[in-house]
C-alpha cells in the first residue's frame, strides 16, 4: 500500500486539475518552476500525473505535465 499524499503534493495535485496542466509558461507555480516541477516529478511516479515533452516553435524544449484522469 502506498503512502499518503502530502500536504504539498495534494495541493499541487488539486490546483493541476483545476489549470488542466502545467508548464514553466502557465504563470503558475509552488514556490518556483524548479520546485513545482519536483513536486510534480513525485505524482508522475505515483501515476498520477503525466509528463510530456513539448517543443517550442523555435526548438525548445520544455516538460508539459497534465493530471491522469
Known amino acids: 500500500m502506498s503512502r499518503p499524499l502530502g500536504k ?3 495541493a499541487v495535485l488539486e ?5 488542466g496542466g502545467w508548464s514553466e509558461l502557465s ?6 518552476a524548479g520546485a513545482t516541477e519536483r513536486v510534480l516529478d513525485t505524482l ?4 498520477l ?3 510530456r515533452e513539448l517543443t517550442s ?3 525548445w524544449k520544455y516538460p508539459r505535465y497534465v493530471p491522469i484522469k
Open 57 to 59: 516553435p523555435s526548438g
Open 27 to 32: 504563470g503558475w507555480h509552488w514556490g518556483g
Open 15 to 19: 490546483a493541476l486539475k483545476r489549470a
Open 49 to 51: 500525473v503525466e509528463r
Open 8 to 10: 504539498t503534493q495534494q
Open 44 to 47: 508522475v511516479r505515483r501515476g
